[in-house]
């Protein structure tokens, strides 16, 4: 099994930056892909950046250009850089991995998941 922990989150104002962390311990396969998803009460889960082994990366539309995925494959620690940050970026923020070696942002696909971290962007 996977273990996967997220932190980072917190509250900041428009226009601010966070990076979130999530850090892998367990079964850990390279091969996967790893992704950032976000929840809101009510809402659907999003899908917000995923990136694959050869750290080729896709994005949400409406996060392309201000946040960033990256990964450290010898820490198992996947990170969202988030710049320009928009009171609709409030949610909690999961990290996943686990099923998908092609890139994808459809939350089916990933197996392992983190317990969320809390982002709230005030306007």
């Known amino acids: 099994a996977v273990q996967l922990v997220e932190s980072g989150g917190g509250s900041v104002q428009a226009g601010g930056s966070l990076i979130l962390s999530c850090t892998a311990s367990g079964a850990v396969y390279s091969g996967y892909c790893w992704a950032w998803f976000r929840h809101v009460p009510g809402e659907e889960r999003e899908g917000v950046a995923a990136?694959?082994?050869?750290?080729?990366?896709t994005y949400a539309g409406s996060v392309k250009g201000r946040f960033t995925i990256s990964k450290d494959n010898v820490k198992n620690t996947l990170y969202l850089q988030m710049n320009s940050l928009k009171p609709e970026d409030t949610a909690m923020y999961y990290c996943a991995t686990d099923g998908p070696t092609r890139l994808t942002l459809r939350d089916f696909e990933y197996n392992y998941w983190g317990q969320g971290t809390e982002v709230s962007v005030s306007s």
């Open positions: 990136i694959d082994e050869e750290g080729l990366t």
